[in-house]
């Protein structure tokens, strides 16, 4: 395998934690300790490098995942600030899918937090090398270890320091690094830090950290375990090859400490992060670059060097009504010139190519190429979506989809102003094309328009965005649901449609019958008219007049589905009859053999799995079981229950928070239609009154 010199200096790394830990304010720390930026922006003055859409400036929480491309000490540095937030999990999934290392935030004072256990789920299912920073530790009666040790056990991760602060809350005055025995301290008001002596009440607990540190290097290659034994001690280079090798195996999470905010810890931080986790050269060793060839389906792999054929992956799209598409790339092979033309492998579509830029917050800057290993954002791609593989066309190749997390929270919604009805639908069609974890649907039945996503945070920015991006204001309520008709016996029924208002009159007659076919069979319709009761040319137009009846419904007002219509007997009149009589008549007919046919109302049955830690798998059964579900089945996984349930979906329809503070917001669930049934009778005569009474107010 190739390698690059280039790419060896490149270290891809997404920030990740979970919800407020401090990710952003750490990377805006970061850029400040490398010089990037004059002054440290805030989340409460809303000025950071990262949080800059104006939904992350005045919640204070990041929506999105921003990049921030700096350099430092030789090691060009991509950073990928992830939302925490659950409601954005899939944008910490995508980011996850283009690096080659983590960066774990966790917060002194905040803990592990079911955010930070899902997403660890998918950092260890990649298998990417990690390291540990504890945040907050400014904050009063903050202290690492018992955060670290939660830490390790949720995640059942070993963890080594290579930091320790320096006093604690309010007193935190800097850190120190175990391995070259100095201490870092901010200097108040500047980006300067100084390095010094390791004060004396630290001295010994820097020892033992030390000590820690030299045996956990050692132990990763027989050689190092043999010197260290012999003479208890390792060189600098001998600990960073243990290090950097107990980090990319993931024997072992190195671990830092100190406060965003305060700028404590982020100089031994940068080095840390240099020096332990891999470059895209080292990734591609641990995790080879595979896909399938999209024209012979075989394994495809490629080198991380700018002299293979280009491939990337798309990580995340804005998209701005004004200036149109930009689709962040991480390149994994090859190198792409500015304006070349290229491959979308995913959807088997040319792209012209664009200007390419490197990425810090919402700042762009142009650069003429890129190769393996960086990381770009390339503007005006036509049909690039986030999660494609874009590719050298002469030698295509395509990378596994990454699996999203799916919308599990929907709001009906429709414009204040009713002309505005093509612009909302544009202006959603292009936010979920920049946010493959919304949907938006429009129902055929209810006719409504649906937004689907992970939560009410994800839902409502979501709103935000399309007022300020596409100027339409909406408003949102719990989406209907399809419920259909049907009918259980055979009748039969006469429909006639006369009328004489002088001169030319009207006249329809027909005799139907109504059958229910099975489950799912949706309409048939015969004639059986035989002697030329009805002429065979006014037919077409009985089927015409049963399927508008049908749309109408019979018990109050929902489509018919499941029946089998037949005309089989009628009369005519040589003068007065017409097509539009036997419409009108084969409608009052149809309508007169479903009272009869003993109609009843059918409601969508929903298909539900809720993954759940196994202390309250029996409050989420409980809770399932009062919303009409039928459990299926309990299967383990880990340390969490899989409930496989039934359930309707009028019941489902705010399922998401109820689910939230059962579990405290541990679990996830997905669910997709299964089938429909027949909704219980007490029931069913509400729905119905209520849905007279929704027809009766439009109607007034
Ligand atoms: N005292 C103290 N506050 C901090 C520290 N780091 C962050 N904060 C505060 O914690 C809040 C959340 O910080 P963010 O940087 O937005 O956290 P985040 O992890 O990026 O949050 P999301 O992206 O929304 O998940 C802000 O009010 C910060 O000012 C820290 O080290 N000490
Ligand atoms: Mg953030």
């Given at each position: 395998m190739g390698t690059d010199a280039r790419a060896d200096t490149i270290r891809n790394i997404a920030v990740i934690s979970?919800?407020?830990?401090g990710k952003t304010s750490l990377v805006e720390a970061l850029l400040y300790t490398a010089g990037v930026i004059p002054t440290m922006g805030s989340i409460a003055s809303g000025n950071t490098v990262a949080d800059f859409e104006p939904e992350e400036i005045h919640r204070k929480v990041s929506v999105s995942t921003a990049v921030a491309h700096f350099s430092w000490k030789g090691i060009t540095f991509n950073l990928l600030d992830a939302p925490g937030a659950l409601s954005f999990l899939g944008e910490a999934t995508l980011a996850l899918h283009a690096v080659d290392g983590v960066l774990i935030v966790l917060g002194?004072?905040?803990?592990?937090?079911t955010e930070l256990e899902k997403l660890w789920g998918t950092i260890a299912d990649i298998g990417l090398p990690c390291l540990l920073f504890v945040n907050?530790?400014?904050?009063?009666?903050?202290?690492i270890e018992p955060v670290l040790k939660a830490c390790e056990e949720a995640l059942d991760i070993r963890t080594v320091p290579v930091t320790i602060p320096v006093g604690?809350?309010?007193?935190?005055?800097g850190v120190v690094q175990v391995v070259e025995g100095a201490a870092y301290r901010p200097v108040a008001g500047s980006s300067k830090i100084l390095r010094g002596e390791v004060p004396a009440d630290v001295g010994s607990p820097a020892g033992e950290a030390r000590k820690k540190l030299v045996e956990s290097a050692a132990e990763t290659d027989d050689q190092l375990v043999e010197k260290y034994l012999a003479q208890s001690d390792l060189t600098e280079a001998e600990i960073l090859q243990g290090m950097k090798a107990g980090t990319c195996a993931r024997t072992f999470v190195p671990v830092l400490c100190g406060s965003a905010v305060r700028n404590i810890g982020t100089a031994p931080l940068l080095d840390a992060l240099a020096a332990y986790l891999p470059s895209p050269v080292e990734a591609a060793r641990l995790r080879p670059v595979k896909g399938t060839?999209?024209?012979?389906?075989e394994e495809a792999v490629r080198a991380p060097?700018?002299?293979?054929p280009f491939s990337a992956y798309v990580f995340k799209t804005l998209i701005d009504p004004f200036a149109g598409h930009l689709t962040y790339l991480r390149v994994m092979s090859g190198t792409l010139h500015a304006d070349a033309p290229f491959l979308n492998a995913s959807r088997r579509v040319k792209e012209k190519g664009g200007h390419l830029f490197t990425i810090l917050g919402k700042k762009y800057a142009p650069v003429p190429q890129v190769s393996a290993g960086e990381i770009v954002a390339i503007a005006k791609l036509k049909d690039t979506q986030t999660g494609d593989t874009v590719c050298d066309e002469k030698h295509p190749i395509l990378f596994a989809r990454v699996p999203l997390p799916k919308p599990v929270f929907s709001f009906a919604l429709e414009p204040k102003?009713?002309?505005?009805i093509e612009k909302v639908s544009v202006g959603l069609h292009k936010l979920v094309e920049e946010d493959p974890m919304l949907e938006f649907v429009?129902?055929?039945?209810?006719?409504e328009m649906v937004l689907g996503g992970m939560g009410q945070l994800h839902v409502d920015v979501t709103f935000e965005k399309l007022r300020r991006k596409y100027g339409v204001e909406v408003d949102i309520h719990v989406p209907k649901v399809p419920y259909k008709e049907t009918i259980r016996k055979m009748a039969q029924a006469q429909g006639k449609y006369k009328k004489q208002t002088g001169g030319h009159g009207q006249y329809g007659d027909c005799w139907l019958q109504v059958d229910p076919v099975p489950r799912g069979g949706g309409f048939e319709f015969a004639s059986k008219v035989?002697?030329?009761?009805?002429?065979?040319?006014f037919i077409p137009a009985i089927e015409k007049g049963v399927i508008e009846a049908m749309h109408g419904?019979?018990?109050?007002?929902f489509p018919v589905v499941d029946v089998r219509v037949t005309v089989y007997d009628g009369s005519y009149h040589v003068?007065?009859?017409s097509e539009m009589s036997f419409k009108i008549a084969a409608s009052m007919g149809f309508k007169k053999a479903m009272e009869q046919a003993l109609p009843v109302l059918l409601e969508p049955i929903m298909s539900v799995e809720v993954v759940t830690p196994d202390d309250v798998v029996g409050a989420v059964i409980g809770d399932l079981n009062a919303r009409r579900g039928r459990i299926i089945g309990v299967t383990a996984k880990g340390h969490a229950e899989m409930i496989h349930a039934a359930v309707p979906l009028a019941e489902m329809l705010t399922y998401a928070p109820m689910l939230n503070s059962i579990t405290g917001g541990r679990a996830t669930y997905g669910m997709e239609f299964s089938a429909y049934e027949e909704v219980p009778r007490e029931l069913a005569a509400r729905v119905i009154e209520e849905h007279k009474a929704l027809k009766h107010a439009v109607a007034l």
């Open positions: 979970a919800a407020g830990a002194a004072a905040s803990g592990v937090r907050e530790l400014d904050k009063e009666r903050t202290a604690s809350g309010g007193r935190l005055e060839d999209p024209h012979t389906g060097a700018a002299t293979d102003a009713k002309s505005d429009r129902n055929p039945e209810t006719k035989v002697g030329g009761a009805i002429p065979r040319n419904g019979g018990l109050a007002g003068v007065d009859s």
